[in-house]
Structures are given as structure tokens and as C-alpha cells.
């Protein structure tokens, strides 16, 4: 079991880790996407808070025998991105490094080797979801969706993530559509000049 507790665990309450607030709150869930998940949709449970990080019931694996993943991680407001956790599976299936990208959304397999990457994180096997990763938080401020490339595990048939948290600072501001009202009915008030000039026109045209 990845996640076992025991006498030399390494885990951590969430008061001795620092690296600013959790950001689960201001994930759009409904949003998150997995490329290459074995199972639709498994993607997103994997962000959970940080209590139930040893959650075995709900993980995301990517296809056998070909351990990538790409996932896409909307928030409902930017945010500040400052620190990883994560948990990988056993028997060689921890993801091995991570790339970054901000405001990549549409990133695919097809285009994902062909744009820069903020960051590449190099991971170690990690049960427990005690290591934090720091990241280039001057690189990523205002995040609207962040993107997590796994491009390999460590040796085993797939690749399997238990937890993702991410660590940082997030903002109240919500954009917004601008709605616009329409005049359904004219004032004749608003239109004086119009109406005179229309009344003018419709004279000239009896006259002729």
C-alpha cells in the first residue's frame, strides 16, 4: 500500500508544512481534465484535500504500457502557485518529473513537445505526500489553469497518481461578463429629432 502508515511513515501534519495555503478551494473541479486516463473522469478525484491524501479509493492511472499523463487544472480565480505535493504508485509507478505549464489549456500529446515548460520538477518516491516541491512562484502568479505533464514513471506497466496538492496563494476576484441592456421599446422623449426629421421626410414625399 503506498499510503501505509508505520513507525518511520514520514508523514506531516498540514500545520508543519509551509508553502502558503492549500488551493483545493479555488479549483474548478468540473473543469479538470486527464489526457490518457485509464478511467474518463479519474483525473480530478486525485485533488483532494490534504487529510485525505491517503484515500486509496480514488486514483488515476494512465493507459498500461504507456505511462504518461497530461493534466489540465482550471481555477475558478488566478491564483498565486508556489509549492507540489503528490503520490504515486508503487512497484514503479510514481511518476518520474513533472513539467509546468501556465495558461496552456490546450495543450495535447500532439503539441506538448513543442512549448516550454515554466518548470521541471524531477520526483522521488513519495507515499505519504510529505515532500514539497517548491516552484518558480514568479512564474506562476495569476494562474487561470495550470497543467501538469508526467512524461514517464519510474520503471512499472502505468502511471498512477493517488494525490496532487497545490500549495500557494489564491484571490476573490471572479471574471465577470459584461451584460449589456437593450432598449426594447423607443422613448419618444430620446427621439425628438429623429421623429422630426421622419415627419419632414414623409411631407417631401406627399409633396412630390
Known sequence: MP???GPQ????????LK????LLPYINLDGVRGLNEQISGSARTILKSYGNRLDETKFCRSEEDDPEL??????????KIASLHL????NGRSPASAKIYADKEDLDFSTIHDCPCVQEVELVPDFHGSVEYPLKVTKLQ???CLTLYFPQNMGGDCLE???IGLRGEGSNYQRRAVV????ARANPADHEVGTEQGHQTTAMEEGN
Not at 511513515?9 to 508543519?16: A, I, L, Y
Not at 497530461?70 to 491564483?79: G, M, Y
Not at 503520490?87 to 508503487?90: L, R
Not at 449589456?180 to 432598449?183: F, I
Open 161 to 163: 497518481l493517488f494525490y
Open 87 to 90: 503520490i504515486g504508485g508503487d
Open 70 to 79: 497530461i493534466i489540465h487544472i482550471p481555477f475558478k480565480s488566478p491564483c
Open 180 to 183: 449589456t441592456v437593450y432598449e
Open 142 to 144: 495569476n494562474v487561470s
Open 9 to 16: 511513515c514520514g508523514c506531516k501534519h498540514e500545520t508543519e
Open 3 to 5: 499510503g501505509a502508515h
Open 19 to 22: 508553502g502558503g495555503e492549500f
